[in-house]
C-alpha cells in the first residue's frame, strides 16, 4: 500500500516521492516505514447492497497496530486520525488498512468484532491535534534518557528499551525487556513524579524489541521482523546442524541476540533433499576395511568417507557412486575399495592469457604515476640550475674588472698590446704593397 506520490504511471513506472529511499510523506502511507500493507482489494468494488467494513486498522509509533470502529466517516488509507485511548484521553494515528482487508486481519490475529480491545474513532486529526502530537514525540528521547538515569540508580534489572508518548501527552508507556520477574512499583511512581504523567509499563521479549526498534541484518536488508515479518517461530541449532551450517553463536544469532529466524525459511527443502540421501550411519564394506562417513555437500551432491584403521585420508563419491556401493553391500559382497570408486574431478582448463582484470596488483596505476612525478623533478631542477646560471653574471677569474680610464673602452688584459692581427695558415699576414704599374708595350709605342 502507498500514498499518491508512490503509485505508478500509466506505463507502470513508478513516481516516488522524490525522498531517496524514505517515505517523503513522514511515514503516513506505510510504504516507508515498518510493516507496510498493500491493499490488494482496492480495486475491486462491493456487490450491491452491501456496506463496507466499519472497522479500520489504525498504526502508532514502531509498527504498533490496533482496530477501531469507524462510524460513518469517509476514511482512506494514509489519513491521520483521532481515536479513544486505551486508559482514556485519545491518541493520534495513521490508517493503514480499510474495508474487507481489515476482515481478514481480524480473523488472522483473533480479535472479535465486538472485543473490549476494539475502540472507537473520535474524528479526522486537526491541526492543534497533529502540533500536539509533534510537540509530545519530540520528548520521547529525553524521557527515556532520564527513565534510564532513574532506573540504573534503583538499580533495577531490567532494560528500558524505547518510550511512546500518546497523543494527548497525557500517558507515557515504557517499553522494558528483563530475564526475571522485577518489582518496579517505586520506579512507576518515581517516573510519575519525573514527567507528571500517567505511566504505563510494558515488558516485550527480545525478539520484539528488535522489530520495534528496527535496524540492518548481516545480510544488508533491514530486519524480517521490522518489515514484514509477524509470527515469530521457535527456531533451534538443529535447523543450522540440517543446513551444513558452523554451530558459531557470533554468526548464527540476529540483533536480538537470539539464533536468526530466517534459518527457518529454506529448512523444509534442505529436509526434502536429505531424504533422497542414504542414511549417515551406513557403513560401506570393503576389502581393505569398512569405511565411515565424513561430511556431504548438499549443492553438489557430494559424499566423503574414510576408513576406520586409516582416517587421515578422505575419498570422495558422488551420489550414483554411493548408492552402488550401498546396493553391492545389501547383496553381501563387499567392494575392493573405495580407490575404485573415488570421484575424480575434471581438470580445469589453462588460462592462454594471465594479465587479466583482477589478477593485476592494485597498485599497478600507481608505478607510472610516481615514474613520470620523479622526471618532472629532475627536469623542474635542471632548469632551475639554467636560470640561476644565466642570471649569473660572468666573473673573471684574476678578480673583478676595473673600470678604463677613459670611460669609452674596455681595459686591455694584456697591457699595451695593440690587436692581434688575423692569422691565415698559421703565418703572420704582412702589409701588402702597392703593385706598380705595368709598363707599356714597347710595339704599340713605336
Not at 604515476?369 to 653574471?393: E, H, I, L
Request: with cysteine.
Amino acid at each position: 500500500m502507498g500514498c499518491t506520490s508512490c503509485s505508478t504511471d500509466k506505463n507502470g513506472v513508478p513516481k516516488g516521492c522524490k525522498s531517496n529511499g524514505n517515505c517523503g510523506t513522514g511515514g503516513t502511507c506505510g510504504s516507508g516505514s515498518k510493516l507496510s500493507v498493500f491493499d490488494w482489494l482496492s480495486n475491486m468494488t462491493l456487490p450491491n447492497g452491501q456496506e463496507p467494513f466499519n472497522i479500520v486498522e489504525v498504526r502508532f509509533k514502531n509498527g504498533r497496530k490496533h482496530f477501531y470502529t469507524n462510524e460513518g466517516m469517509q476514511l482512506c488509507m494514509g489519513e491521520v486520525v483521532t481515536v479513544e485511548g486505551s486508559s482514556g484521553g485519545h491518541d493520534v494515528g495513521t490508517v493503514t488498512l480499510t474495508g474487507e482487508l481489515v476482515r481478514i486481519q481480524m480473523k488472522k490475529k483473533g480479535v472479535a468484532q465486538d472485543s473490549e480491545d476494539v475502540k472507537k474513532i473520535y474524528r479526522k486529526a486537526s491541526q492543534r491535534d497533529i502540533e500536539i502530537w509533534e510537540k509530545v514525540r519530540e520528548r520521547e528521547v529525553e524521557t527515556q534518557k532520564r527513565g534510564r538515569e532513574i532506573l540504573g540508580r534503583l538499580g533495577l534489572k531490567m532494560k528500558l528499551s524505547d518510550v511512546e508518548y500518546q497523543g494527548d501527552g497525557n500517558k507515557a508507556t515504557f517499553y522494558y525487556t528483563a530475564e526475571e520477574r522485577v518489582d518496579f512499583r517505586q520506579l512507576i511512581r518515581d517516573l510519575a513524579g519525573a514527567f507528571r504523567v500517567r505511566v504505563e509499563m510494558k515488558q516485550v521479549g527480545l525478539r520484539q524489541e528488535a522489530a520495534r526498534l528496527g535496524g540492518i541484518g548481516s545480510c544488508g536488508r533491514e530486519l524480517c521482523c521490522s518489515t514484514w515479518l509477524t509470527d515469530f517461530r521457535k527456531v533451534n541449532t538443529a535447523a543450522a546442524r540440517y543446513q551444513q551450517l558452523s554451530l558459531n553463536p557470533q554468526k548464527l544469532a540476529g540483533q536480538c541476540g537470539k539464533l536468526k529466524c530466517c534459518l527457518n525459511f529454506e529448512l523444509d527443502t534442505y529436509l526434502d533433499v536429505l531424504k533422497t540421501f542414504p542414511k549417515k550411519e551406513i557403513v560401506l564394506k570393503t576389502k581393505k576395511g569398512d569405511a565411515v562417513f565424513v561430511k556431504m555437500d548438499i549443492f553438489k551432491e557430494q559424499f566423503w568417507y574414510t576408513y576406520k584403521d586409516d582416517s587421515f585420508k578422505w575419498y570422495k563419491l558422488d551420489l550414483e557412486q554411493l548408492k552402488e556401493i550401498i546396493e553391492t553391500n545389501k547383496g553381501g559382497v563387499a567392494i575392493t575399495s573405495l580407490e575404485e570408486f573415488e570421484f575424480e574431478e575434471l581438470s580445469k582448463p589453462k588460462i592462454d592469457f594471465e594479465n587479466v582484470v583482477g589478477q593485476d596488483s592494485l597498485t599497478r596505476f600507481d608505478q607510472p604515476k610516481r615514474k613520470k612525478k620523479r622526471r618532472n623533478n629532475n627536469r623542474k631542477s635542471a632548469n632551475q640550475q639554467n636560470r640561476n646560471n644565466q642570471n649569473k653574471k660572468p666573473q673573471n677569474k684574476k678578480g673583478p674588472r676595473k673600470p678604463n680610464a677613459q670611460g669609452s673602452k674596455k681595459p686591455n688584459t694584456q697591457g699595451q698590446q695593440t690587436k692581434k692581427p688575423n692569422i691565415q695558415g698559421g703565418q703572420k699576414r704582412k702589409p701588402q704593397a702597392k703593385k706598380p704599374n705595368p709598363p707599356k708595350n714597347q710595339n704599340n709605342a713605336k
